[in-house]
């Protein structure tokens, strides 16, 4: 099982895109926060804890209002973290043990955060420069105030490359990504191939 991350901007998304085309099971903990934040048991305690009138638009919780209520606030950030990573590595474990696939590659943004890297065979980091980061998060319509704030949020991108069992330079287009992931699939399968051959002859040995 894979655990795949990076900084901001870094190209996680599609990543994981390029994955799933190669046949493995895909899983994002962003989307799977997304969800837990429209059921009423986490929904209503995060109003509560933010007020209506901060979060809410026309009823409905505004993650841009909700993202700049936590953002702002390394507390509050930690309180809803503590409240949504449960939840989140439960539907994750579900997810991987009703799949029929034999490999899985979940996103999480904050896996070294959350001290979720032992929890995986492999952990995946994307990486590229600074300045290429913040240009494609100013591409989709953040500000520098914004950027920075939510870099700060999370560990440098220096120490997740260094804490990950693979860096992933993604500083190129996707078919140069793209070739990158082809051959950690391919390394994937043959090192589940020759797992099966050495319990196949360690068996018969033991006959």
Not at 14 to 37: C, K
Not at 43 to 62: C, E, H, Q, W
């Amino acid at each position: 099982m894979i655990g795949l991350t990076g900084p901001i901007a870094s190209g996680k998304s599609l990543a994981l895109a390029l994955f799933a085309g190669e046949g493995l099971l895909t899983v994002s903990a962003d989307a799977l926060a997304g969800q837990l934040l429209t059921e009423p048991a986490y929904f209503n305690r995060i109003v509560r804890k933010f007020s209506p009138d901060k979060i809410l638009t026309n009823g409905l919780l505004d993650k841009k209002k909700l993202a700049a209520e936590i953002f702002g606030s390394p507390a509050k950030r930690r309180w809803l973290e503590a409240l949504l990573h449960p939840g989140i590595l439960e539907r994750i474990h579900t997810l991987i043990i009703r799949s029929r696939k034999t490999a899985a590659v979940v996103e999480v943004p904050l896996l070294f955060e959350a001290g979720l890297g032992e929890s995986f065979t492999y952990t995946v980091c994307l990486s590229a420069p600074g300045s290429t980061l913040e240009a494609r998060a100013r591409s989709r319509g953040w500000s520098a105030g914004q950027y920075r704030e939510r870099v700060r949020a999370q560990l440098p991108a220096e120490e997740k490359s260094a804490r990950a069992d693979i860096v992933l330079d993604n500083s190129g287009g996707r078919r140069e990504l793209a070739e990158k992931i082809r051959f950690i699939c391919r390394f994937l399968k043959e090192t589940e191939k020759r797992k099966k051959n050495e319990s196949a002859t360690a068996g018969r040995a033991k006959i």
